[in-house]
């Protein structure tokens, strides 16, 4: 059975009713005047001592190991295909001018604008670094952007939630993991990158669950299916059309080495499905007809991704090693 929520219509009719709960929840967004920007953890090449500045940041980007060169520049340039993701989601904001002050409106131009300096960091420092292929990178970026993205939302709007819901959460995993595993490898700067970056995601995160958290109060039913459909069919990949003019396959590729290393496994991808449902309550829901059909899937989604884990870590395992453009074509 495929899971499909009521009509857009409808779902407009919600949203458009939680305009205030969007408005309560914008102040998630921190001041431009008050941000971190990605300057703050660079060396200032304006400076009198900026060559010893760079020396010193250059320095731990030494001891990083291929395969986490590989997570972070896959990180990077899925942060760096933005304008993608913005796009898709005007299909909740719909600001036709560009400037207007509704608040999913207002909402949206600040989410984007935070964002916008992840890849902008990342980017930097993986520049400064000396230790990867920036023309490779760059292609990889420019295929991506120009090939778009479809997270496989529309028409339904509830589903544009559930997505980001879980693509926040996600991101904020990984960017906590690769710093984590930065900070071991001895760059301590980032290790703070990433946290940083990942304290921007939690945020974000929140908001989207706390106004699918709204929705599922005003429309269980439609929130339950929307949610089951979104899921049903497996949470698309914003960087799944990577590629760097060479390897069809980079993306399941980058994928593998994530999987082996840990940063983001399918474990985790259960772990957000069980948090999800446990967080908008879905198993308290009281429901029926398709909606309770969808109710039971979303319970026990979670453990059968769960039952999958060890068979996909077994063969990611099996899988060869393959060289990378990002990284001089080195095996990871």
């Known amino acids: 059975m495929k899971f499909q929520s009521i009509s857009t219509e409808s779902q407009r009719e919600v949203l458009c009713g939680l305009d205030g709960t969007v408005q309560e929840n914008i102040s998630l967004l921190v001041d431009p005047a008050k941000s971190w920007q990605p300057s703050d953890f660079l060396p200032d090449m304006a400076a009198p001592d900026w060559y010893e500045q760079l020396a010193e940041f ?68 993986l520049r400064l670094t000396g230790r990867v292929e920036m023309r490779a990178i760059e292609t990889t970026i420019h295929h991506l952007l120009n090939s778009g993205f479809n997270p496989r939302v529309y028409p339904d709007l509830y589903a544009a939630l559930v997505y980001t819901s879980f693509q926040e959460r996600a991101t904020r995993i990984s960017h906590n993991n690769i710093g984590a595993m930065a900070a071991h490898e001895g760059n301590a700067a980032l290790g703070n990158i990433c946290r940083r970056i990942a304290g921007d995601e939690a945020r974000h995160e929140k908001f989207y669950t706390t106004i ?81 059909k969808a109710q039971e899937f979303l319970c026990r989604h979670a453990e059968r991704l769960e039952m999958l884990a060890d068979r996909v870590s077994e063969r990611i395992e099996r899988m060869p090693k393959v060289r990378f453009s990002w990284i001089q074509d080195r095996l990871a």
């Open 58 to 125: 250059r320095e731990p980007a030494k001891g990083l190991s291929d395969e986490v060169l590989v997570v972070l520049v896959g990180g990077m340039v899925t942060e760096e295909a933005l304008p993608t993701y913005s796009i898709s989601l005007n299909i909740i904001a719909e600001d036709t001018e560009g400037t207007s002050q509704r608040p999913w409106a207002k909402w949206l131009r600040g989410w984007t604008a935070e964002e916008n300096r992840h890849g902008d960091l990342l980017n930097a420092f």
């Open 212 to 292: 699918m958290g709204a929705v599922m109060e005003q429309d269980p039913a439609g929130g339950t299916l929307a949610t089951a459909g979104m899921l049903q069919r497996a949470i698309a990949m914003p960087g799944q059309m990577m590629f760097d003019g060479r390897d069809p396959d980079l993306f399941d590729h980058f994928a593998a080495v994530a999987q082996r290393l840990g940063v983001y496994t399918v474990l985790d991808y259960s772990a957000i499905v069980r948090h999800l449902v446990a967080t908008w309550r879905i198993a308290e829901q009281s429901l029926s007809d398709h909606a309770a």
